[in-house]
Nanobody, 127 residues
């Protein structure tokens, strides 16, 4: 069993940066691919970024490519999402996810591939 807990969200002005993190419990964290998804008010949850079990591969939504960077530290059972040049449209609850695949992505969100979800952390970007 893996439990995920996000933190590090908050309120930031447009153009600013945040670095939320997701801490995982359990000894098998390093065997899971990890991802970040987000859900804005009134919208469906969408894929943001993903990283393979060893950090060797990453994958980003077009809307965040070049601005967001996902990383992981398997020794600390933690993944990070460095978010730069934030825009008001990035405002959402950000969720951490874990699954035993090569990489998570948009198609894996509702397919049962994601085995564990965190409870989310709110990111608010003011204009």
């Amino acid at each position: 069993q893996v439990q995920l807990a996000e933190c590090g969200g908050g309120l930031v002005q447009a153009g600013g940066s945040l670095r939320p993190s997701c801490a995982a419990s359990g000894r098998t964290f390093s065997t899971y691919a990890m991802g970040w998804f987000r859900q804005a008010p009134g919208k469906e949850r969408e894929f943001v970024a993903a990283i393979s079990w060893n950090g060797g591969s990453t994958y980003y939504a077009d809307s965040v490519k070049g601005r967001f960077t996902m990383s992981r530290d398997n020794a600390e059972n933690t993944v990070y999402l460095q978010m730069n040049s934030l825009k008001p449209e990035d405002t959402a609850v950000y969720y951490c996810a874990a699954g035993r695949v090569g990489l998570l992505g948009p198609s894996t969100m509702n397919s049962g591939v994601v085995e564990y979800w965190g409870k989310g952390t709110l990111v608010t970007v003011s204009s």
